[in-house]
């Protein structure tokens, strides 16, 4: 609840009323000042002071000065006569309350109708500004355009003028450099129509020897001479790398060979062709029909094309295990797995498609701690997969049969060890099944291609 104010002083004349409220150390800015004809109001958190007015005022003409710690208000009074108090002496609050609530509804009245009417002031300059700013553009467009028809007309009577000069030249020189003209016009007997021929004929002629007249001279022949400064590196003897510097420059015109050989095969390409996401999908829809080796090539012009995309690399190492080239599986999977990084949860799912892949050609080719290492990798990054979990059961599986074959071997003198002796009848029989089980471990992971 606020503090109210009550060391405040007025003084008065017969037109106005001085009222002085102390604001004791607040700011300026948070000093709130409400005004109408019959309610003052002075709110400076946490204290306040209000005056219900003994007479109406003029709240147009009133002011208020804030500074040095006080509030001065003056407001001119509507009837000049001296006031008896400066506040009505009635101790009924529901009239304080409806002089409070008839106060603030001017006020917000007040405030509207300033509000509506800097708006239209603004929409009003606004306005003129654009009119005037349209004017000027319009009297500059005619500026110009009067400039272009001057213009126009000078261009026009310069090009009558050169045109009658040349009927001029052509009336003087006509009849000294045309005397086969002159000739036929005496022969008689020669018809008006040979007369019209060979006039033209001088014409032309005529006109022939004025262009030649105005060809420039022809331009000098000459060689120019060009010698290149021979590339030396500019590091001491001492510290000298000319051999890794030479490696490295041999290197880069390798490179630039490739990339132009490149470009020389592709000149035959559509421009779809040359986008790698067009041959993406291309390469997913072949997968999907069957068609492993047109997936490969697909994804192989990608690569060429773009070799930052680790689902190119991803998709190809699945179709290479269709095919059953394991080793480039494995290459693939391994590029895939080097370009997603940094390991975050966005490409998680796309490093887990690239690990099981990897570890699906070790498998096959019976490197089951290699396979298993990237299974448990795949699993540690989902391990809510089943079909994960049942695969990196069958591969220990598989590891411990082996790892009991190889017990049995060691017993046998090196002599007589034959591969008849590496396992029993059981265990054949469970390796054999594991080996079928393992050639299913990655047909999961085949259907669905990495797309991003």
């Known amino acids: 609840m606020p503090l109210l104010v009550t060391d405040y002083c007025w003084t008065q004349t017969e037109s106005t009323v001085h009222i002085s ?4 150390g607040a700011k300026v800015g948070k000093v ?14 946490p204290y306040l002071f209000e005056a219900f007015l ?6 147009v003409r009133s002011t208020a000065k804030v500074g040095n710690g006080v509030a001065v208000i003056s407001l001119p009074k509507r ?3 001296v006031w008896d108090h400066l506040m009505i002496t009635t101790n009924d609050k529901e009239k304080k309350k ?8 001017k006020y917000q009245e007040k405030l509207s109708l300033e509000s509506t009417s800097k708006a239209e002031k603004e929409h009003t300059e606004k306005k003129y500004a654009l009119e005037t700013m349209m004017k000027h553009e319009q009297e500059e467009r005619d500026r110009i355009q009067k400039i272009k028809d001057t213009e126009r007309e000078k261009t026009t009577a310069e090009l009558a003028a050169w045109r ?5 030249e052509l009336k003087v020189q006509s009849p000294r450099d045309s005397p086969n003209q002159m000739t036929a016009k005496q022969e008689p007997g020669c ?3 040979g007369k019209v021929k060979l006039d033209q004929r001088g014409n032309r002629e005529a006109k022939s020897k004025i262009k030649q007249v105005d060809l420039p001279a022809p331009r000098l022949v000459g060689n120019i001479q060009v010698s290149f400064t021979p590339r030396v590196f500019p590091t001491a003897l001492r510290e000298s790398r000319v051999p890794e510097e030479e490696e490295w420059l041999k290197k880069q015109a390798e490179a630039r060979r490739a990339v132009y050989a490149d470009v020389e095969e592709l000149e035959d390409l559509k421009e779809e062709e040359r986008n790698p996401d067009w041959l993406k999908d291309k390469g997913d829809k072949c997968f999907a029909a069957g068609d492993y080796l047109g997936a490969v090539n697909a994804y192989n012009l990608a690569i060429r094309l773009n070799r930052k995309i680790p689902a190119l690399y991803s998709n190809r190492a699945a179709c290479h295990l269709r095919l059953r080239n394991l080793h480039k599986a494995i290459e693939d999977s391994s590029q895939a797995l080097d370009l997603l990084t940094p390991p975050v949860a966005a490409n998680a799912a796309a490093r887990i498609r690239a690990q099981v892949r990897r570890g699906s050609a070790f498998c096959q080719l019976q490197l089951y701690a290699e396979g298993l290492q990237d299974y448990q990798a795949a699993l540690k990054m989902d391990p809510s997969n089943k079909a994960l979990q049942a695969d990196v059961q069958r591969i220990r599986d598989m590891i411990q049969v082996i790892s009991r074959g190889r017990h049995h071997v060691s017993r046998f003198p090196q002599e007589h060890w034959s591969p008849k002796h590496h396992l029993n009848c059981t265990e054949k029989t469970e390796v054999s099944k594991l080996k079928q089980q393992t050639s299913l471990f990655f047909p999961t992971t085949l259907t669905k291609l990495t797309k991003t």
């Open 191 to 193: 018809s008006d129509g």
């Open 32 to 45: 709130d000042i409400l005004s109408t004809d019959e309610y003052l109001k002075v709110h400076f958190p």
């Open 21 to 24: 409220v102390p604001l004791k």
């Open 79 to 81: 009837t000049n006569k």
């Open 98 to 105: 409806e002089v409070r609530e008839r106060a603030l509804l």
């Open 164 to 168: 009658l000069r040349q009927k001029e």
């Open 54 to 59: 003994f007479e109406p005022v003029d709240d």
